[in-house]
Structure formats: structure tokens, C-alpha cells
């Protein structure tokens, strides 16, 4: 009987490691570490907005999480690429994102959800945040929470992005903390486990280290206000740039002390096109990791901005771009071993208490007091909202996608498929790669045009194009 039993158990816990991938990642000082075995994490990753940033319509049914075939395939191209996380940034939370998040997760690929939306009453007002921060705000920002708290990958919450700019008025960074406490206050209240809230900031120069330092410091009479994470969308490493001629240099002294993970939230300038990737080496290379973790790779699908990495065809295929066999020549190169060891003084660092003199920047405000909550908000937080949740992760037994998919040189490539991966397994470049084509599958084209190719979008109108979007967008700004 113990035998039996004994197998049993044991034949349960095949099941279970085939099912679930990712282990639940936590923060410990400026590095995110798997809290399973402490092996430090560094995010190798992809923006994920199938339709841009202007495709988000609740009323279609549809988002970027929410039809298991676009997911499936997409998640086997992105395995493939050898990336471990995702940002998605507008999220209906009505919708049903269970059979998505379950196909990422199996493929070892982690979730970072943006809170927020670009339609009114879904975001902060940057001119006048006490207008936007509402109890109807709240309680569509919990429900995208109840909607993935349940899954072991997703990372984190980013409860702002870019509502810092030059635009934006001095009560801002207040309002920010305010909804990072609410969320976490929402988390600690009623999540199985505590999931990191970070904020994602546009790389204005001149406000960047007051926003990071606002946003990161200890505030002792309101603690859950320090954000977990800090991602910074930096787009100053454009074409054969170097350290120095990026300033990313700048950005390693700056950042040198900080006390919480950072990574780049976007980056990938597309100035030079094709893209070539050579800020890979870089940021996952000895002079960024001991301060940055990491990146996600602005973006996944071709837009009208011309960011992407793969083509999204209307007959439901999907072509390869250059950008993509150039990505994933560089992820190839990489030292996983680097990435992964931990450092005992960064895992113990504390932040430093809420101070002004922590603060500069023109305009920039000069006052820790925060909002108090708007009326009905308490009783959201103990009571917990209704949203679309799923008890948990499901198994994934459908790994084959339908869709066809062609390589850079047009030829169809066939074998394609998830590998679901381990318990405790996230996934890696160079690892679960599947699919190849009638020629060589090895052969990059780096150096040829993108199959669509149109030059480089102007920066300075995908920025306006994005501001007026008032949330997400392509924070260009190379003030160096
Ligand atoms: C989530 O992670 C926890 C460990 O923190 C584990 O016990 C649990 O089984 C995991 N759940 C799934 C669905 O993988
Ligand atoms: C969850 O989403 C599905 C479709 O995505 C929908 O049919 C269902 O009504 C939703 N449930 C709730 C409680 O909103
Ligand atoms: C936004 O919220 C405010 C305050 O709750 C409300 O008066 C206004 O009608 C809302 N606007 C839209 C477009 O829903
Ligand atoms: C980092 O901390 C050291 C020691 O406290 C301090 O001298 C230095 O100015 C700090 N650097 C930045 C960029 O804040
Ligand atoms: C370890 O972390 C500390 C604190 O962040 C940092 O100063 C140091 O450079 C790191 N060491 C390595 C080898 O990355
Ligand atoms: C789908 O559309 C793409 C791009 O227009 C085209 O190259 C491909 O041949 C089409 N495939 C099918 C099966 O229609
Ligand atoms: C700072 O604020 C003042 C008063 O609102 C305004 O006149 C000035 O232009 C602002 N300066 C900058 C650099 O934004
Ligand atoms: C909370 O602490 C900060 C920093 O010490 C202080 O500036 C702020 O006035 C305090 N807020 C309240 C409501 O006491
Ligand atoms: C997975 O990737 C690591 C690091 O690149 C490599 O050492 C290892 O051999 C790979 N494993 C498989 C099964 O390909
Ligand atoms: C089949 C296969 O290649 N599995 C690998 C997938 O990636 C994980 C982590 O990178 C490896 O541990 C597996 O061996």
C-alpha cells in the first residue's frame, strides 16, 4: 500500500512538474531571484502588444492575453528566440487570461502587466492626477491584479508607466506612490503570494534620478508606497553605439546605488535598420549586470512605428524579420552563467529613507505626503473586486500551433512546438528551440532589409503619437 502510494505521489508529481514551469520570482535587495533555489534572474525579454499600443479595444473580446492559438504560437516563436519574459501593457480585465498565462508559463516565460490602459479613467491624468485617481480607477486597476495573482509567472505590476515627463504637474510622483501602495495594499490583502509593483519610466534625463529616487526611498509613515522594481524605456543606444557613446555609462554611475532591481522596461532604438542588437552584449555583459537586470526588447509584432521583431500577417501567419534570426544571434552569444550568480551585497541592500535632498530635478516636487485614499477604496481592498480570475495555472496539452510561419528567407518552417518545460525551469537562449526550414536553419541574414522594409519611423512622432495616447508610449528622449 505505501508502495502504491509512494508511486502514486510520485506519478502526481510527473503531472505537476509537466504542467507548471516557473517558480514564483521575489525581489531581495537590486536583484530578482527565483524563490526556489536564490539563483539570481535577469529579465531577457520581449514587449508584447499584438496591434500596438492604439490596438486596445475592450469592447472586441480580445486582448493580447486572451485567444490561446495567438498565444501559443507566439510563445513558441518567442521560446525560440530564447526569451524569459513578456511586458504586455493594456489588459482587459473582463476577459479570461488563464489558457494564455498557463502557455507562457510552460514555455518558462514570465509576465510583467502594465495596470493601466490609454482610455480615459484607465490611467493617471499627468495634468491633474486628482481628477484620474478615483475609486472607479482603483477598482479596474485590482481587477487586472485578480485577474493574474494567481499564476506563478507573472513577475510584477508596473502601476505607472511614463506619467513623469515635462508635461506632467509636481503633484505627479505622490499620485504614482499612492497607487503603488494601493496595489500592494490589494496584493498583501488578498493575492496567494507577494507579487513585486514597479514603475516604468520614460528616459527624460533631467527628471530620472528625482523620479527614481522619489519612487524607490523608504517612507516610514507609508511604507507600501516604495515601488519594488524600477524600469527605465531607453532608446539612446541606436545602431554601432558603444558604453560611452550611448551614455549608458552614465546611466551604470547613476543608478550605481540603487537598492531595488532595475531593468529596461523598452529598448531597441531603431534609428539604424536593420537592427543589429549590439546593446545585448552590453547590458547583459560584466559592466551593466552588477547594476541593471536585464531588459525587454522593444517589441514583439511589426507596428506602424516599426519596432517589430516578426510580422503579424492578416491571413494569420506570422514572417520573421531580419531582427528577429539578429536578436537571437545575440541572446546565442550570451553567459548564462553570469546572469545567474547571485551577489550577496546586492541581495542585502536596504533603501534609504524618504529625504529631500534625495530629490532634484526643475519642478520637480519636494513633498512626501501623499493622497489619502478616495472614499470606498478601503472597502475594495478588504473585500476584494470581482474580476475575471482564474484559480490557477492549467496544463498545456495543445503544443503544436496551426499557424503557419515563414522564415526571413520566405520558406514555410516546419516543426515548430512548445517545450513545456520542468518545474522550477525558465526558459533560457539556445534551449528549446524547434522548427526548421528546407535550408540551412543556422544561416542569420544580418545585413539584408526587412521583408517590409520602410525607413525608420520618426521618434519624434511616435512620441507625440504616444503622448497623446496619454500612457504607454516610446519614451525617446536622448537628452545626453
Ligand atoms: C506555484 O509556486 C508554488 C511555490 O511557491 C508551488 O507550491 C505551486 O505548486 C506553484 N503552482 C503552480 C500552479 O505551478
Ligand atoms: C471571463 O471571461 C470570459 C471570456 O473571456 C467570459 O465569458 C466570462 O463571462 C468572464 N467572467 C467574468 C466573471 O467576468
Ligand atoms: C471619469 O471619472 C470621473 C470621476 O469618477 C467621472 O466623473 C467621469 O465621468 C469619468 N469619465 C469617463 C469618460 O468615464
Ligand atoms: C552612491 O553612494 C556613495 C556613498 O554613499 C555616494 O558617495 C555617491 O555620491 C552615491 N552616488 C550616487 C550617484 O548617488
Ligand atoms: C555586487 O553588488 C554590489 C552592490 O550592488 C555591486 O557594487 C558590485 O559591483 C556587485 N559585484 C559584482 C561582481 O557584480
Ligand atoms: C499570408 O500572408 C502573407 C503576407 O501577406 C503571405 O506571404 C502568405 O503567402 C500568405 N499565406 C497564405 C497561406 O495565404
Ligand atoms: C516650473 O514651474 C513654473 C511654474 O509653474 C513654470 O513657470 C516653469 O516654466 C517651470 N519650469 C520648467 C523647466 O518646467
Ligand atoms: C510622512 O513622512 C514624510 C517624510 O518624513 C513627510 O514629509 C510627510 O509629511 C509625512 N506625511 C504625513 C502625512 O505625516
Ligand atoms: C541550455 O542553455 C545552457 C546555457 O546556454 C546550456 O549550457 C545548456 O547546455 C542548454 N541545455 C540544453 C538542453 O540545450
Ligand atoms: C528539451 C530542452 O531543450 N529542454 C531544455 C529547455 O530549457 C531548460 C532551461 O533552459 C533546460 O533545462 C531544458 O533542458
Known amino acids: 500500500m505505501a508502495q502504491f502510494k509512494a508511486a502514486f505521489l510520485c506519478l502526481v508529481a510527473l503531472f505537476t512538474s509537466y504542467a507548471f514551469a516557473v517558480a514564483p520570482l521575489v525581489v531581495k535587495g537590486s536583484d530578482f531571484v527565483n524563490s526556489i533555489d536564490d539563483a539570481r534572474f535577469q529579465i531577457i525579454g520581449v514587449a508584447y502588444q499584438p496591434g500596438g499600443s492604439s490596438g486596445f479595444d475592450p469592447g472586441s473580446g480580445i486582448d493580447p492575453l486572451s485567444d490561446a492559438s495567438v498565444c501559443l504560437r507566439d510563445a513558441v516563436l518567442m521560446q525560440r528566440l530564447g526569451v524569459n519574459a513578456i511586458r504586455v501593457y493594456n489588459l482587459d480585465p473582463d476577459l479570461d487570461h488563464s489558457a494564455c498565462a498557463s502557455i507562457f508559463n510552460a514555455a518558462g516565460i514570465y509576465m510583467i502587466l502594465d495596470v493601466n490602459s490609454p ?6 491624468n499627468r495634468g491633474a492626477p486628482w481628477e484620474s485617481y478615483s475609486s472607479d480607477y482603483l477598482e479596474r486597476v485590482f481587477k487586472v491584479v485578480e485577474g493574474f495573482m494567481n499564476f506563478n509567472n507573472t513577475l510584477g505590476f508596473f502601476s505607472g508607466n511614463e506619467v513623469i515627463n515635462e508635461d506632467s504637474v509636481p503633484q505627479v510622483p505622490a499620485y504614482i506612490r499612492a497607487v503603488t501602495r494601493d496595489v500592494k495594499d490589494y496584493i498583501a490583502a488578498q493575492a496567494p503570494r507577494s507579487i513585486p509593483v514597479g514603475y516604468s519610466a520614460a528616459d527624460v534625463r533631467p527628471l530620472l534620478m528625482g523620479t527614481f529616487n522619489y519612487m524607490s526611498c523608504e517612507l516610514s509613515n507609508d511604507t507600501s508606497s516604495k515601488i519594488d522594481f524600477f524600469g527605465l524605456n531607453s532608446y539612446s543606444w541606436c545602431g554601432d553605439a558603444t558604453f560611452e557613446s550611448s551614455g549608458y555609462d552614465v546611466l551604470v554611475a547613476d543608478f550605481g ?17 536593420p537592427r543589429t542588437f549590439t ?4 547590458l547583459y555583459g560584466k559592466e551593466m549586470t552588477s547594476v541593471f537586470s536585464g531588459g525587454l526588447i522593444y517589441e514583439y509584432s511589426e507596428e506602424p512605428n516599426n519596432y517589430g521583431l516578426v510580422n503579424l500577417n492578416d491571413n ?7 531582427d528577429y534570426d539578429n536578436l537571437r544571434t545575440q541572446y546565442d552569444s550570451l553567459d548564462i552563467g553570469l546572469l545567474e550568480k547571485a551577489n550577496a551585497t546586492a541581495t542585502s541592500l536596504t533603501p534609504p529613507s524618504c529625504a529631500v535632498n534625495l530629490l532634484s530635478g526643475t519642478n520637480f516636487t519636494m513633498s512626501f505626503n501623499l493622497p489619502d485614499r478616495p472614499n470606498g477604496v478601503d472597502a475594495l481592498i478588504k473585500n476584494g473586486v470581482s474580476g475575471n480570475s482564474s484559480d490557477s495555472t492549467n496544463a498545456v496539452t495543445n503544443t503544436k500551433p496551426s499557424q503557419t510561419v515563414y522564415a526571413t528567407n520566405g520558406q514555410e518552417i516546419s516543426g515548430l512546438q512548445l517545450t513545456v518545460l520542468d ?23 544580418s545585413g539584408s532589409s526587412p521583408s517590409n522594409t520602410n525607413t525608420a519611423a520618426k521618434v519624434d512622432d511616435i512620441k507625440f503619437g504616444a503622448l497623446l495616447m496619454g500612457a504607454l508610449g516610446v519614451g525617446i528622449y536622448m537628452q545626453l
Open 119 to 124: 482610455l480615459p479613467n484607465q490611467s493617471l
Open 257 to 273: 546605488n540603487t537598492t531595488i532591481p532595475i531593468f529596461f522596461s523598452e529598448y531597441g532604438c531603431n534609428n539604424v535598420s
Open 279 to 282: 546593446e545585448v552584449p552590453a
Open 423 to 445: 518545474w522550477d525551469q525558465s526558459n533560457l537562449p539556445g534551449n528549446n528551440t524547434s522548427g526548421t526550414t528546407p535550408s540551412s536553419p543556422s544561416s542569420t541574414t
Open 316 to 322: 494569420g501567419t506570422v514572417s520573421l524579420l531580419v
